[in-house]
């Protein structure tokens, strides 16, 4: 028998795209416990790939689609068709939406899987097999042991599609660039997160895992770098020592840099140093707001605006560059509050390598979202790209007038500030966007330029 995964075809083909690792593991499990299916993948994030065609050809018995809110509407229109004019196929639907919504995605789809669907997908294929009645939603058992998940299925994937990292090559990560996830769950509950309504526990595969998939990428794709997808991947401190212990006694130390997510409280002395002497390039960090109150709704409390400024220095000291990441337009947040972030910015720029401004946004399943009932939201403009008049939604302490022109000055700078930390200054300043920031905000493009220097 056949099954087909799918991330279903994407609005906006984008330059940046990672492999779909959540449907690989998927397909590597099923070949491991039910060997007799034959299972392809289908991403409609890479370009000039029509899912409902590739799957229409491939003719499997399954169709399993994961999504995220963004995907979820391409989602739902490629089940009803393959519903509406393939009705012999059994069509599953996954992902954190779905999982949030299930009664929403049943509509769309003959089951529904909520939460993680390893367990659940060997079920439902073998009441498939048995031809006995399947579940219009079923409640996937979290995997306990990572470590006894197989590799990830990369064989069933173009892995060259994959290879380049845009965003991390500005940063001289080197190519090929392959991603890894080494982690499930978290132990926190920030309002604007899938995590912040359900519970999660943490798990975590072994750094002996970890390395045995590094020595595969490098061996079948040869990958000079790789960036780990885990929202916190320094926050074990047993295991990174034993990884990174791994990692310096083989000959891939020298050959193999990464970069991961990091809270600001995970970072110790320590800890960079570990992480900066075993290949680490740079840590992304989500600070999110310098205000203390935005800071205390946003991280339930956790950290401070003093936390972030250590951990930036900490990393200042031992050489490894950050990325800050900030939040703008949560609920109660003033447009006094939102500069006085922005002046926090750009009095610790030196500090950083890269920052990254986004508008709050509620996720379903989130406490932002259970903030936001009554409100009509549209799914497509839950990512990072849209309008700003589509995305701002929370709109009690600032009017949209004032956001839309605040973020879009803001963006726009956070574009000229990252090339001129990245590129030389002279390149930064031949475009034609440094003369317009000049213009219209001298003092805060002198300031980034400066920081350039320190």
């Known amino acids: 028998m056949k099954l087909a995964l799918a991330v279903p075809d994407c609005p906006v083909k984008f330059g940046d795209i990672g492999p779909p690792l959540n449907l690989a593991i998927l397909a590597s499990y099923v070949r491991q416990q039910l060997p007799e299916w034959e299972v392809k993948i289908f991403d409609g994030t890479v370009k000039d790939v029509n899912v409902y065609d590739k799957i229409a050809a491939y003719q499997p018995d399954v169709v399993g689609v994961t999504a995220t809110s963004p995907q979820v509407n391409s989602a739902y229109k490629l089940m009803d068709t393959l519903r509406a004019i393939k009705p012999q196929i059994l069509t599953i639907i996954g992902g954190c939406h779905v999982s949030a919504l299930p009664e929403e995605a049943a509509t769309h789809a003959d089951c529904t899987v909520v939460g993680e669907g390893e367990h659940a997908l060997i079920e439902i294929l073998k009441l498939k097999q048995s031809k006995l009645p399947i579940p219009k939603i079923i409640e996937g058992r979290p995997f306990e042991n990572l470590d006894d998940l197989p590799l990830p299925a990369y064989d069933l994937l173009d892995m060259s599609t994959y290879m380049s990292f845009v965003m991390m090559s500005a940063l001289g990560l080197k190519h090929p660039t392959g991603r890894m996830m080494t982690s499930r769950g978290c132990n926190y509950r920030c309002p604007f997160c899938y995590n912040s309504v359900r519970q999660s526990k943490v798990r975590y595969r072994s750094a002996k895992k970890i390395f045995e998939e590094l020595e595969y990428l490098h061996k079948n794709y040869r990958i000079k770098s790789v960036w780990y997808h885990d929202d916190e991947f320094l926050a074990n401190k047993k295991r990174l020592k034993e990884f ?165 000055d803001k963006v726009l700078m956070t574009w000229f500030g990252n090339q001129v930390a990245t590129k030389p200054l002279w390149q930064a300043m031949a475009h034609k966007t440094s003369g317009l920031m000049l213009l219209k905000h001298p003092v805060d493009t002198l300031q980034i330029i400066w920081s350039k220097r320190l």
Request: proline content about 3%; aromatic content about 10%; charged content about 25%.
């Open 244 to 408: 990174t212990e791994l990692l310096s006694a083989s000959n891939l130390k020298d050959k193999i840099e990464w970069a991961c997510q990091a809270r600001v409280d995970s970072i110790n002395e320590e800890t960079v140093k570990l992480a900066k002497e075993n290949g680490c390039i740079e840590v992304f960090m989500g600070i999110e707001s310098a205000t203390p109150k935005t800071l205390r709704y946003l991280k339930c409390n956790t950290i401070t605006v003093e936390d972030a400024e250590r951990a930036l220095k900490i990393c200042k000291s031992q050489k490894l560059p950050v990325h800050g990441s900030f939040i703008f337009g949560s609920p109660d947040e003033t447009l006094a509050d939102m500069k006085q972030t922005w002046k926090w910015i750009n009095k610790h720029r030196s500090l950083m390598v890269g920052i990254g401004v986004i508008v709050v946004t509620p996720f379903p399943a989130s406490k932002l979202w259970e903030y936001m009932k009554g409100k009509q939201i549209n799914y497509d403009n839950l990512g990072f790209h849209g309008e700003l008049s589509q995305k701002y939604v929370i709109d009690k302490a600032i009017t949209l007038e004032d956001f839309e022109g605040f973020m879009k």
